[in-house]
Each structure stands twice: as C-alpha cells, then as structure tokens.
C-alpha cells in the first residue's frame, strides 16, 4: 500500500509535511513492515501556494490491516495539519490497485506536477479514473502534491539524492535551535563532495539550519544514505527526537524543460535555453542584476540574478553582449530566474586606444572631441582610435548560484560529471 500526503504546514505556524512522513515511518510498524525509505518529492517550484519549498511525501508499508493505517493516517493529518492557516488544504492519497495503467497515469503526473501548474481538478480527475481512495481538506489541493507521491513511489526510475531530516522535540518548536556550527563544518569537510549544501563558504554561512519555526534540526544532502547519515553522525546539537533518511528528487533538476526558443516559454515553468548575452548587465534597488538574453530566432527577454544570489551577481556583471550562453531557471512574471549559467564561448571584449604613432610608436594624444589624434613629437596625424582587445575576467564553463540561494531541486555542479563546472561552496 502507498500512503502520500501533502499541505499539512503552514509558514507561520510551524509543522512540516516530512515531520508528518517520519512520524508514520515510525508508527505504522504497529500495522506492518514499512518498504524501503520514504519519499520527499519536490514539485514546480514556482507554484504560489507552496509553504516553502514545494514539498510531498510518500510512504509503502506492506500490511494485511489496510482500514487501521488509513484510519491511523487520517487520524495523525487531522491532529497535525495546520487546518487553521487559510492556506492549508491537506490531502492524502491510498494507493492499493497497483496495475500497469495506474502506475503509468501517476507516473506521468508525477512529471507533470514538478515541471508544469496542475488544477485541483485535474487531480480530481485522476483520483475517479484510477478508483484511488483519497481525502482532500478544505479546498482539497494538497491532493495534486499526494498524488504525486503516489506517481513517483509507482515509477522508480528518476535520478536520485537523499536527505537525512533531524526532527526537534516538540517542546523546543518555535524557539531558537541549537546546533554547534563548528561540528557542522567538521561534517561537511568530511563528506563533502558526497554531500552538500551543508555550508556556503563564500557567504559564510551554514545553510544546513532551518530558520522557520517547523520540526526540523536540520537537513543533510547528499549522495546516498550512508553518506549522509555519516555527516549526521558528527552533528553536535540539541537533544532530537526522531530523524528520517528521505530518497528524493532534490538536486535532479526534474523540474526544468529544455526549450528552443523564447516563444516556447510560459509564466511559472522551469527551463534550460541556450542564446546570447543581449545588453550589458545593469544593477536595479533592491541590488538585483538584469540583462536581456536573445535567443537565435532574435527575441529577447529579461534575465534575472536577484540579490538573493549574492556573489552569483558577480559573475552576471561581467557577461558582455554576445557572449554565448545556456540559461537554467524558472520563468515569473516573464522574467528567467537564472539557477545556473552554462558560459559556451565568450564575446571578444575591447576597448578604445589612442593610436600609435608610426615613426616613434609612442600613443598620440588627443586633439580634441572628434578631431582626432597627433603625435606631438613627430606631427604624425590619425583620424580614429584603434581597439584593443582586453582580457575577459571570466572563463566558460557551468556556475551557479551559491548554497544560500539554490532551489531544492536544482542540481548542484558537484553533482554534474564530465563537464567544465565551477561548483559554488
Ligand atoms: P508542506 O511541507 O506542507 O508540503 P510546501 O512548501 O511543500 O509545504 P504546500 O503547503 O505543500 O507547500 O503547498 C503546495 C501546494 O501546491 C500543495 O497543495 C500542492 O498539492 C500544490 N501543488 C504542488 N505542485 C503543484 C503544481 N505543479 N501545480 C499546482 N499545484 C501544485
């Protein structure tokens, strides 16, 4: 049997999807033998109504007292979901019919709900057609995410990290946390590159802490299950309740749709798309980086470096006209939302020079706005500058932006093999 739920938290008043998920991990041995680990999937991450980062669960238990874990799940949503918060809408999804067509429906829709908008209907729909026992609360559209859950549980084959989820004791929710950052960056030196996003050295931050009131110590990412639960195990912090190692679609980029030009783009999607630098990058309040990227049918649209992304900023500001790039990144407001940055070949870069003198191969000087340039000493003339190609202060290559900003299931460049990678750390 598959059991996925979603929506159950709320921004302001704590709780956690995955906290619902380890909980049920742990209590559903009363009623059977729970299979393999349990999901944490990541959807579209541009969708408005997410808490914070999109987030469903999903769980397989082998048992012959199927209406005692419903009866125990349903239970355990109803005293935990944030029902008060107006933008909470739990649903959960029980999966028993395991055939061919159903787990080729879900699968699917697995697909489409991390890379496209789903309506709450259109879920619906899929629920009837595959005879699914399912709950929706309130406006029902934590469904579209326990669906998914089922989708990916039912269709294995999607690349891959994991995630070792420390949970607080339920007395300390909403205080500050304990965690001594010095053991988290001992941990990190020791597994990384194997996991990552413990820390973001460049923004000296440790990134690895949530800051929100919900259940969770902290997260580990990483390559697979030993890793992380190693990097875990050097931790020094608060007394935990309970932990949970989630298989999950976070750093897969599942999320992004590789597309052709600028007219296949649509408002709350991901993608990759390759074109060139269009207008100098320039500075607005707010400290966000913008450039227009053309593509090679000629159109153009805005790309964004939000101040967010720190010390990604940087390396936006010295991309030039025409240099050849391939963008990564989410479309709002008809905006690219730059996750990563593939620099193909750079533009050359030259500058205004007074011209030699041909006799004494000294630089003449000026001799006033457009009246071009003379050599003093030998009265040598030159009607124009010459340019002078200048040194690019970047190299090609894949970079992104920094551990403090990344998107759940952006892929970091520690993961991606075989390419020119600038990893950020
Ligand atoms: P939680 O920990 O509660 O899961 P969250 O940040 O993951 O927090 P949710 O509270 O789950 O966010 O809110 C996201 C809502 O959007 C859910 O109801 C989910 O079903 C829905 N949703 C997820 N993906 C899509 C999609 N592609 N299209 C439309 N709705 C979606």
Same mark, same amino acid.
């Given at each position: ?5 979603d929506?159950?938290d ?6 956690c ?11 559903l ?5 729970? $299979?393999?680990?349990?999901?944490? &999937? +990541?959807?579209?991450?541009t969708?408005?109504?997410? !808490?914070?980062? *999109?987030?469903?669960? #999903?769980?397989?238990?082998e048992?012959?007292?199927?209406e ?9 949503i ?13 649903g ?17 829709f697995?697909k489409?709900?991390?890379q496209?908008?789903?309506?709450i209907r ?6 009837e057609?595959?005879?699914l026992?399912?709950?929706g ?10 669906l998914a ?29 304990? $965690?001594?950052?010095?053991?988290? &960056? +001992? ?7 194997? !996991?990552?996003? *413990?820390?973001?050295? #460049?923004?000296?931050?440790?990134v ?27 931790i ?39 074109g060139?630098?269009a ?15 053309r593509?090679?049918e000629g159109?153009?649209?805005e790309?964004?470096a ?10 936006i500001r ?24 593939d ?11 007074n ?38 202060e970047?190299k ?5 932006v ?24």
């Open positions: 049997m598959i059991i996925s739920f929506d159950t709320s921004r302001s008043l704590g709780m999807t995955t906290y619902l998920g380890a909980l049920l991990m742990d209590e041995k009363a009623y059977g033998k729970p $299979v393999g680990l349990p999901l944490l &999937i +990541r959807l579209n991450p969708i408005p109504f997410k !808490t914070r980062g *999109n987030a469903a669960v #999903a769980i397989k238990i048992t012959s007292e199927r005692k874990v419903k009866k125990h799940v349903i239970q355990r109803e005293e935990l979901a944030q029902m008060e918060d107006e933008n909470t809408n739990p959960v999804v029980f999966l028993e019919n395991n055939n061919e067509e159903v787990k080729n429906v879900l699968a699917a697995f489409r709900t991390v496209h908008v789903i309506t259109q879920a619906k729909e899929i629920i057609k595959c005879e026992d399912a709950r609360y309130k406006n029902g559209r934590g469904l579209i995410g326990a859950g089922c989708g990916a549980m039912l269709e294995e084959k999607w690349d891959h990290t994991y995630e070792y989820l420390s949970y607080r004791q339920k007395e300390t929710w909403g205080t500050q946390r304990f $965690v001594d950052e010095n053991s988290v &960056i +001992r941990a990190d030196d020791a597994t990384y590159p194997n !996991t990552w996003d *413990n820390r973001d050295i #460049a923004n000296n931050l440790v690895c802490i949530p800051h929100s009131p919900d259940p969770v110590l902290y997260g580990i990412r990483g390559k697979t299950p030993e890793y992380v639960s190693h990097a875990a195990s050097m020094e912090g608060e007394v935990t309740e309970r932990y949970a190692i989630y298989k999950t679609n976070q750093g897969t980029d599942m999320h992004l749709i590789p597309a052709e030009s600028i007219s296949n783009l649509q408002d709350m999607e991901s993608y990759i798309i390759q060139f630098v207008s100098t990058p320039r500075t607005i309040e707010g400290g966000h980086t913008l450039f227009l990227f593509d090679k159109e153009e649209m790309c964004a939000f101040e967010p992304t720190k010390n990604f900023r940087e390396l010295k991309l030039i006209p025409g240099d050849h790039i391939t963008l990564h990144g989410s479309v709002k407001n008809k905006t690219l939302n730059i996750e990563k940055i620099v193909i070949e750079l533009a050359e870069k030259c500058r205004k020079v011209p030699l003198c041909p006799e004494c191969k000294k630089r003449m000087k000026s001799t006033g706005k457009g009246q071009g340039y003379r050599c003093r000493r030998c009265k040598t003339q030159a009607d124009t500058a010459i340019r002078s190609k200048v040194e690019r970047i090609t290559g894949m970079y992104e920094p551990p403090c900003a990344r998107r759940h299931l952006s892929m970091p460049l520690v993961r991606k093999r075989g390419k020119d990678t600038h990893p950020s750390r």
